[in-house]
């Protein structure tokens, strides 16, 4: 089994800025990639932003410049910058996992349980 769980959800003013953290534990033999989505009320969740364990990311158009990240491999965890906050960037953001799990070398997604972000004035 391998848990996702996030952290550093809030509520900030425009302009504000963040930090979210997702850190993986559990059977983990090694973690291909993780990322964070959002899913905002009434519309579809989205990729945010995703990095791979050869060190390529990517972002969806609406955050680049102003979000970033970040992983520690060490510590199986990836961070989120979110910096310049938008009252559309308001959402429950999910980490996300790509990881070969011990037993047996499968490749499974998890998810974690999500961290609410309000951007608000």
């Known amino acids: 089994q391998v848990q996702l769980v996030e952290s550093g959800g809030g509520l900030v003013q425009p302009g504000g800025s963040l930090r979210l953290s997702c850190a993986a534990s559990?059977?983990?033999?090694?973690?291909?990639?993780m990322g964070w989505y959002r899913q905002a009320p009434g519309k579809q969740r989205e990729l945010v932003a995703k990095s791979t364990s050869g060190g390529s990311t990517n972002y969806v158009d609406s955050v680049k410049g102003r979000f970033t990240i970040s992983r520690d491999n060490a510590k199986n965890t990836v961070y989120l910058q979110m910096n310049s906050l938008k009252p559309e960037d308001t959402a429950v953001y999910y980490c996300?996992?790509?990881?070969?799990?011990?037993?047996?070398?499968?490749?499974?997604?998890?998810w974690g349980l999500g961290t609410q972000v309000t951007v608000s004035s």
């Open positions: 996300n996992a790509l990881v070969v799990v011990t037993m047996g070398g499968s490749i499974r997604n998890y």
């Open positions: 559990g059977s983990i033999f090694s973690i291909y990639a």
